[in-house]
Nanobody, 124 residues
Framework: QVQLVESGGGLVQPGGSLRLSCAAS????????IGWFRQAPGKEREGVSC????????YYADFVKGRFTISTDNAKNTVYLQMNSLNPEDTAVYYC?????????????????WGQGTQVTVSS
């Protein structure tokens, strides 16, 4: 059974950091481009970051550039999103997703497999 499971969300103060994890089971992430997305209440799901299947290219939405970093651990079949300098506007449910092919895009409609999401709340 193909499954993606996110973890690492929680409540953090403005300026703080969190590291989200996305663990895959039932398939190997090596052959997939991976994306992180988020959805705040009343808003559409938006792309945050993605990494190509060969792990040679990464992309970030402008609103997270310089603050978030995507990385992978193939041995653990896991993808991470390190989030620093968090602000209240980053509050959302964060999802990871996998898509076939080696390029990645920040469009949610291109992805085949999705996790259930993890809540990130940035508040004092």
């Amino acid at each position: 059974q193909v499954q993606l499971v996110e973890s690492g969300g929680g409540l953090v103060q403005p300026g703080g950091s969190l590291r989200l994890s996305c663990a895959a089971s039932g398939f190997t992430l090596d052959y997939y481009a991976i994306g992180w997305f988020r959805q705040a209440p009343g808003k559409e799901r938006e792309g945050v970051s993605c990494i190509s299947s060969n792990r040679g290219s990464t992309y970030y939405a402008d609103f997270v550039k310089g603050r978030f970093t995507i990385s992978t651990d193939n041995a653990k079949n896991t993808v991470y999103l390190q989030m620093n300098s968090l602000n209240p506007e980053d509050t959302a449910v964060y999802y990871c997703a996998a898509m076939g092919g080696w390029l990645c895009v920040l469009s949610p409609t291109s992805y085949d497999y999705w996790g259930q999401g993890t809540q990130v709340t940035v508040s004092s």
